[in-house]
């Protein structure tokens, strides 16, 4: 298809988007059903002029109305929204309102976060929205409250930080389970936390929590041993030790590549691993090194013609397409 | 008797990568053989069924033909022409597009050149192989957290938001920040383009083991073991936190459709509301990294998400005819900082950018990381320090001069 055919034949389906007057109509006619209605929102970022906007808002703060047509009304108009000092305050009252239906509130949180990525007055009512989300941390509603607490440790906030731990040490007090509590603080993990995490380690909750842990000791250089220790340790699940692998390679490239090479010519460990490490040194590892170490090269070599995993030799041959000689 | 094809304005193979839009080039008889008087060739694809597919142009503006016939000058003077990817016919592979050059006379092949019409695709239809080296280069740059992709990550957070967001500048930033990235990945491997994730589609083929994670429980993202993705380490953490709030497997992000966004209307500042919807939408389909400026860029999706932003404004552009900077259709703000009428700086077409500028202190962030902008071996454009306006004719529709190097699978060129 040339240019110019591609053209007509864009245009003809642009031209199938209904128009958008239309649909703000037939929206706004509370004659016709709820599934007619939700139908004509079609243009969410298109622009409202200033009737259109009142007579959309009245439908939001309306709390006879459709909970779900209301969460999609609020949405459709996020645009608009972001270009309002009252409606963000809108926003934010639907949000924090425990009263108000599960839809709104949600689509209001929705439409807030879209609004930091988007909004210039939005950024000067940050701290209204940081404080709404600490107010909502310990709502009824999982999702929102899940989504408060992540938006909150994404901004690295104090409050929030200081909950997680608390429900940590407490598991009475947890707001989330402890592997995600983990995975949270690692947005900004503190010095002070590294005991904590390495305590976790040796004494998981769960396995998920230890592999987020291991995940955030990798920024701690007095954890090496720690990590190296796991990354050996043949008792230990290969998820974990795959990651603890993961880890070291970050924090000390050279002592992971010795130990990953061990790993990779012993028979006896899970192909699984073996496979991670092989794919680490393809990648990541000295080349020089490498291409030189012919008794190791003739290692992943037997691996590539005969391993009983297909992921091995298939890690085995991209290792040998790089270093081979 | 032999000739010689110069692309890009180079003999380096180096630079044998075209896209959409024609660029220059250069034959000349090598070698005359015995022959006294000028020869005429033939110039056209030697396997018009097989790999990336060229057209020819004696001259720019002028039709695209899918053969060309020159006289070359028995002293070994060069003659010029154009060539571009023929539309709906990338590469797949690196080299695959082979223009074959005959007598016109005889008929016998006076040489080959090889050449990729190296295109930006969609992620979802991308070739195992093709995916393979995209991972591998990204997983390079990231190096474990300690290569070039820091500069990346740091870049995008809040002290650079204003720079980048909540303005007419969103577009034009965003677009060089993605270039800068694939110059990155294309110094790794040339053959490597940043596919876009088209979030108005399902898009089963990405969120994969092997392509770009699957989540865990709690939003950890597990890889197929053969993908190098599984050593990414960003703040020294290895990992990515991606928890989708879609069904990747059915669904499409919570955006607009393509159709609904091209509609926004035919002047720029309609058209940049695309900022809340899709793309702000598209960021808090997830959960995780991608969900939070200052954490968004930790997440390699985050570069295919900005791909579809910015191929959505290059059909926009394309589909309106908005490539001319004097017009306030095509930008807002045509003027700099300061001038009558302007807005936030960074954010008017005079503007220079940051971090590229290098220039630090308020109004702008108190840091630039990464140094200039990144030259590449096919092109010279933008320059160190790229202005809002380098970036509005990207495929050099008005002013071949300013062509980036870079176009869409679905985004013709058009004279």
Not at chain 2, 332 to 352: C, E, K, Q, V, W
């Amino acid at each position: 298809m040339d240019a110019s055919e591609y053209r007509k034949h864009v245009t003809e389906e642009l031209q199938r988007v209904p128009a958008q007057q239309a649909g703000n109509r037939d929206f706004l006619d509370k004659s016709k059903s709820v599934s007619e209605r939700r139908t004509a929102l079609r243009s969410p970022a298109a622009p409202m002029g200033e009737d259109d906007i009142a007579a959309w808002v009245d439908i939001i703060r309306d709390k006879e109305e459709e909970p779900e047509l209301r969460a999609s009304a609020l949405q459709a108009m996020s645009t608009d929204v972001g270009h309002s000092h009252e409606l963000i305050d809108m926003a934010l009252a639907l949000l924090s309102d425990a009263s108000e239906p599960i839809e709104v509130r949600r689509s209001a949180l929705r439409v807030l976060q879209v609004l930091s990525f988007s909004s210039s007055i939005f950024v000067s009512k940050r701290p209204e929205y940081l404080a709404t989300l600490r107010s909502i941390v310990d709502d009824k509603d999982t999702q929102l409250r899940q989504q408060a607490i992540e938006i909150l440790a994404q901004e690295k906030d104090e409050y929030v930080q200081r909950r997680l731990i608390e429900g940590l040490e407490h598991r009475s007090k947890a707001l989330v389970g402890p592997a995600k509590a983990i995975q949270l603080l690692g947005y900004d993990v503190h010095a002070e936390h590294y005991p904590m995490l390495r305590q976790m380690v040796s004494h998981p909750p769960s396995r998920a929590a230890k592999r987020e842990a291991v995940r955030l000791l990798a920024a701690d250089a007095s954890s090496k041993d720690l990590l190296s220790e796991i990354f050996r340790d043949k008792q230990e699940h290969p998820d974990i030790r795959n990651l603890s692998g993961i880890a070291l390679q970050s924090l000390a490239p050279s002592e992971f590549e010795e130990q990953a090479k061990k790993i990779v010519i012993d028979d006896q460990e899970d192909d699984k691993l073996r496979s991670t490490c092989v794919n680490a040194l393809t990648h990541f590892a000295n080349p020089a090194t490498l291409s030189n170490d012919a008794v190791f090269n003739e290692h992943v070599e037997r691996l590539r013609q005969s391993s009983t995993s297909k992921q091995l030799r298939q890690a085995s041959a991209g290792y040998m397409s790089k270093y081979s000689k | 008797m032999r000739t010689e094809i110069t692309i890009n304005g180079s003999a380096n193979l180096a630079s044998n990568y075209i896209s959409w839009a024609p660029v220059p080039c250069q034959i000349l008889l090598a070698d005359a053989g015995e022959t006294a008087n000028p020869v005429g060739v033939r110039l056209s694809n030697q396997n018009p069924s097989q790999g990336g597919q060229i057209v020819f142009y004696s001259a720019v503006p002028g039709p695209a033909l899918d053969e060309l016939q020159l006289t070359l000058p028995v002293d070994g003077s060069p003659v010029s022409f154009f060539i571009a990817g023929k539309f709906g016919n990338p590469s797949t592979t690196d080299k695959d597009a082979i223009i074959e050059t005959q007598d016109a006379g005889t008929g016998a092949v006076l040489s080959t050149t090889a050449l990729m019409v190296r295109i930006r695709k969609n992620a979802n239809g991308l070739t195992a192989a093709e995916r393979d080296r995209f991972l591998s280069a990204l997983a390079r740059l990231n190096d474990r957290g300690m290569g070039r992709f820091s500069d990346f990550r740091n870049i995008h957070d809040d002290a650079g938001s204003p720079e980048a967001h909540f303005n007419t500048g969103f577009l034009p930033w965003h677009r060089a920040f993605i270039l800068d990235l694939e110059r990155e990945l294309q110094a790794l491997d040339p053959s490597v383009t940043l596919p876009y994730w088209k979030f108005d589609e399902v898009a089963r083929n990405l969120f994969t083991r092997d392509f770009m994670g699957v989540p865990d429980a709690i939003g950890t993202l597990r890889f197929g073991t053969n993908n190098p993705l599984q050593f990414w380490v960003t703040d020294m953490s290895p990992g990515i936190v991606r928890q989708p709030l879609f069904n990747t497997t059915t669904q499409s992000a919570f955006v607009s459709n393509e159709a609904t966004t091209l509609n926004l209307g035919a002047a720029y500042s309609r058209f940049a509301r695309m900022e809340g919807d899709p793309h702000g939408f598209a960021h808090t389909s997830f959960g995780g990294f991608l969900s939070d400026i200052p954490t968004a860029a930790k997440d390699p999706l985050f570069f295919m998400l900005h791909a579809n932003v910015d191929r959505l404004w290059a059909k926009w552009q394309w589909f309106n005819r908005r490539f001319d900077i004097t017009s306030r259709d095509t930008f807002t703000f045509l003027g700099s900082a300061g001038s009558p009428g302007s807005t936030r700086i960074g954010h008017n077409l005079r503007d220079t950018m940051w971090p590229w500028n290098q220039i630090t202190g308020a109004p702008r962030p108190p840091s630039a990381p990464g140094g200039n902008f990144p030259d590449s071996p096919i092109i010279n454009t933008p320059g160190p320090i790229p202005a809002v306006r380098d970036m509005i004719d990207y495929q050099g529709v008005l002013n071949p001069a300013s062509r980036l190097g870079f176009d869409y699978d679905d985004v013709p060129f058009e004279f």
